[in-house]
Structures are given as C-alpha cells and as structure tokens.
T-cell receptor
C-alpha cells in the first residue's frame, strides 16, 4: 500500500515552454501533497504544500507564478513549470500524506531537462 | 530551530559490517522521526520511523536508536549489503506539519 506515482518520469522541453507533472496517490486519499526539488547530491528542498481543494502554500523564494500547483482531488496533484528555463532543470519529487497525518510517501520523481 | 543535522556525509562499509548514521535536532516540538532510503534517480522510500516515547525500534536489519534527552537519533544497518548502497535521509516533524530533512548520507557497501 501507500503508492505514489508520478508522470512523466522524465521530460525534455525547450526553453520558454511549459511542462506539467502529475502526482497520484494510487491506494490512499492524500489530504496533503508536497512538491520537492532536488539537485544532485543534495537534500530535498520543499517547494510547496497543498491541501485538497485549497491554494498551495509556497516556500520562501519559490515563484508561485512560475510553479503552478493544483490539488483538485484527493488523489491527484499537478505541478506546472511555466516558461521553463535551463535553470529549472532538476529532479522534481512529489509526496503525499493521507488522513493518518503521519507517514509521508514519495513518488519516484520526474527528471526535467530544459534545453 | 527547524534544522536536522546529519552525519557523516558519506560512509563506506564492508559487506557484513554495521553502518551507523547519526542525526541531531533542536526543535523539541518534533514528534516523529522517519528515515528514508533513496537510490539514484528514484524518490525517497520510507524505511523506518520512530516516535520519541520509544528509545529503539527494529525492523529486520534496520534499527533506530533514539535519545530524547540528547535530541539525537541514529540509524543502524546490521549486516550491511551492497544492495544497501544508497543515500539515507533522516527527517523530523511536528505532527501535522511538514518534514525537515537532514543533509543526507551516501552509503557505499563494498562487496
């Protein structure tokens, strides 16, 4: 149980285009979802937290107009990177927490490369 | 206050040996301490977790030791195997809030 999927697993896009990443909780209802960014050999950096049906809460320094997060249902959250630039290239990981409010389960990550 | 400090940054252990990774925290509001294992190109996977009312928790070859007074906790991997080679993150959070991660430890188990 407690499986979180992400799609796509990797994506290459041209500078200036937008990319959408989907995060799904497959066997539980995710009341809260988190989006992280991870650079090579570094820890996870929280970008934003979203509760189902509410606007996402962004961490300091994260551009909310650039990283659009939607958590429209208890099993799906999306991250859209708008007008992507090479510096947005990174490993994006979503995470979901269910009604127990304790364990947090991570997706497999999405490798974004902006050329 | 929100930091979790993890050491060592990297660790090399021989097959069959014991791997020990340490974490320390300051925020006494933390009440849940999970460890995550991450393989290259993959998301972190929950390995084992402990609450501060318990001093030790064991699951298979993995054991968490928790010292509430010292505000420290550690992960012990017994009989380490090459397949255990990965990056390990400790984390902590006050219930219902968000995880604070350590910096990570890259473990290499030599055959």
């Amino acid at each position: 149980g407690a499986v979180v999927s992400q799609h796509p697993s990797w994506v290459i896009c041209k500078s200036g285009t937008s990319v959408k990443i989907e995060c799904r909780s497959l066997d539980f209802q995710a009341t809260t979802m988190f989006w992280y960014r991870q650079f090579p050999k570094q820890s996870l950096m929280l970008m934003a937290t979203s509760n189902e049906g509410s606007k996402a809460t962004y961490e300091q320094g994260v551009e909310k107009d650039k990283f659009l997060i939607n958590h429209a249902s208890l099993t799906l959250s999306t991250l859209t990177v708008t007008s992507a630039h090479p510096e947005d290239s990174s490993f994006y990981i979503c995470s979901a927490r269910g009604t127990s409010g304790t364990e947090q389960y991570f997706g497999p990550g999405t490798r974004l490369t902006v050329t | 206050q929100q930091q979790v400090k993890q050491s060592p940054q990297s660790l090399i252990v021989q097959k069959g040996g014991i791997s020990i990774i340490n974490c320390a925290y300051e925020n006494t509001a933390f009440d849940y301490f999970p460890w995550y294992q991450q393989f290259p190109g993959k998301g972190p996977a929950l390995l084992i977790a402990i609450r501060p009312d318990v001093s030790e928790k064991k699951e298979g070859r993995f054991t968490i030791s928790f010292n509430k007074s010292a505000k420290q906790f550690s992960l012990h991997i017994m009989d380490s195997q090459p397949g255990d080679s990965a990056t390990y993150f400790c984390a902590a959070y006050p219930g219902g809030s968000r995880l604070t991660f350590g910096e990570g430890t890259q473990l290499t188990v030599n055959p």
